[in-house]
């Protein structure tokens, strides 16, 4: 099973993205879904992540301005950015936890936030 994540771009502070991710073919036993991102010289970060009940988890940093949202009947996870900030700056990776402990990544799309 591969990820593809895409949507991103470049983009003006204040300006607004909608990342997509999506998986070559669907498989049961999916629990948590998210968003990463890792900016040059930092460590990869959590974004926000939808659990399979439906919770929603963010980083302070994105609180109010991200949100993320998940499809059931297929592996879907989105991420709609307001507000961008050159600080969200970053590739963006999207990630698939199996009930197995299995966890899949997306290959990234990158988000530059600049004027």
């Known amino acids: 099973v591969q990820l593809q994540a895409f949507g991103g771009g470049l983009v003006q502070p204040g300006g607004s993205l909608r990342l997509s991710c999506a998986a070559s073919?669907?498989?049961?036993?999916?629990?948590?879904m998210g968003w990463y991102r890792q900016a040059p010289g930092k460590q990869r970060e959590l974004v926000a992540s939808a659990t399979r009940g439906g919770n929603t988890n963010y980083a302070d940093s994105v609180k109010g301005r991200f949100t993320i949202s998940r499809e059931y009947s297929k592996i879907a996870v989105y991420l709609q950015m307001n507000t961008l900030k050159p600080e969200d700056t970053a590739v963006y990776y999207c990630?698939?936890?199996?009930?197995?402990?299995?966890?899949?990544w997306g290959q990234g799309t990158q988000v530059t936030v600049s004027s």
């Open positions: 990630k698939v936890d199996h009930y197995s402990g299995y966890i899949y």
């Open positions: 073919r669907d498989i049961d036993g999916i629990n948590d």
